[in-house]
């Protein structure tokens, strides 16, 4: 393994550390089920007081571990630049958190300037981590992961993320798309978790009209371990705003990309 490579896998392994611990706190601070708890950034758009104790706390302990590695989070922002950055987003799935469900995670992903070189995205409800160190392998708890083999459309199934972000119409005509191709739709609340089901196979693709970097920072690594079809996610402004993503299983994903038009290239 050269220099850079051990730097990324011993910052991988600190990264496991520190979200396995913002998980338990996660945990711990996590609402019965019942009502939402939390407030709204605007319409259907949730934030809970665990979302900022978590990002402090995953802020706080990469600042200490790695003074001079940049830090971007989903509730505080770009707070320091680097050639390496970290990108959280302290829960994921927050509409499922607010309600006590379980499908929500802690994602902290690392960028190598403009690279995607590894991530973890932790589940601590499901009892699941997934991590990712480019040219090193993907896991779920440990054990490597690969995409589904699922080829024929009527035997696929195909998430697509919601959020107020996208119009009404717009959504629809995508939902429209991934069933005339005969894809089984699926909407689960948590843009990491999709993209990690993608890249593990519970998912044969993942669509999302606009869509944040912090969702999907720590599931690209995985997703190009495993050789699923991404389309240009960073490259369309990713790295600086909201921008479309597509994910699949290689061999589904040109069938999807052409009934859903988002371009692979
Ligand atoms: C949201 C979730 C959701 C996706 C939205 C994201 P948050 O993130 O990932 O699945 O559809 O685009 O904003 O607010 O739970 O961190």
Request: overall charge negative; hydrophobic content about 45%; charged content about 20%.
């Amino acid at each position: 393994m050269s220099s850079h490579s051990s730097a990324i896998a011993y910052r991988l392994e600190a990264a496991r550390s520190v979200v396995r611990d913002a998980g338990q706190l996660a945990m711990a601070m996590r609402p019965a089920p019942g009502g939402p708890a939390g407030t709204q950034k605007s319409a259907q758009d949730w934030l809970t007081e665990t979302d900022g104790a978590v990002e402090a706390f995953i802020a706080d302990r990469m600042k200490t571990l790695f003074p001079e590695d940049g830090f971007q989070g989903e509730e505080g922002g770009v707070a320091r630049d680097g050639q390496l950055r970290w990108v959280v987003d302290p829960i994921d799935g927050t509409s499922n958190y607010a309600r006590g469900r379980n499908r929500w995670c802690v994602s902290l992903g690392l960028l190598d300037g403009d690279k995607p070189v590894a991530g973890v995205i932790e589940a601590p409800a499901l009892g699941e981590v997934y991590t990712a160190h480019v040219g090193h392998g993907a896991f779920l708890n440990g054990k490597p992961i690969q995409v589904s083999p699922v080829k024929e459309p009527a035997s696929a199934m195909i998430e697509m993320g919601w959020s107020n972000r996208v119009p009404r119409e717009v959504f629809m005509e995508k939902m429209d798309a991934i069933m005339r191709l005969g894809a089984m739709p699926r909407s689960g609340g948590s843009g990491a978790l999709a993209l990690a089901d993608v890249a593990c196979g519970r998912l044969d693709g993942y669509i999302e009209i606009v869509i944040n970097l912090w969702d999907v920072a720590a599931a690209l690594p995985l997703l190009a371990e495993v050789g699923a079809s991404v389309s240009p996610f960073l490259a369309n402004g990713g790295l600086t705003g909201p921008a479309t993503i597509l994910a699949a299983n290689p061999h589904i994903a040109e069938a999807l990309s052409a009934a859903v038009s988002i371009p692979l290239k």
